[in-house]
């Protein structure tokens, strides 16, 4: 054998590994995960902002009596979807880490 048949067979021999689609896969779903997580956890702050604004803004409009007492249910309602928001994110993050 001739020293670039040596070096043809030992390249061909090393060629590179073919693509791994499981694992590929994984990446991109806990890619997918942590972003999905990282909306959700960017919203609990802006539900508790509106909430505590629309709370604020009770006293404030007193000449609108008819939408007055429905700001403390829609401020209750804000707060809890925030809530249920953060909780649903703690409980994706402790069932993923295992």
Do not use: H
């Not at 061909?12 to 990446?27: G, I, Q, S, W």
């Not at 942590?34 to 404030?60: H, K, M, Q, T, Y």
């Not at 009596?65 to 249910?73: K, Q």
């Amino acid at each position: 054998m001739t020293p670039d048949d040596i070096l043809s067979t030992y390249l061909k021999a090393d060629t590179a590994p073919a693509r791994d689609l499981v694992f590929e896969a994984t990446v991109a779903e806990r890619i997918a995960r942590r972003r999905a997580v990282a909306s959700v956890a960017a919203l609990a702050p802006w539900c508790a902002a509106a909430a505590v604004g629309l709370w604020g803004l009770r006293p404030v409009l007193p000449m609108l009596d008819a939408i007055d007492g429905n700001l403390s249910v829609v401020a209750s309602v804000l707060a809890a979807a925030g809530l249920s928001a953060l909780g649903l994110v703690t409980v994706i993050r402790q069932a993923t880490r295992g």
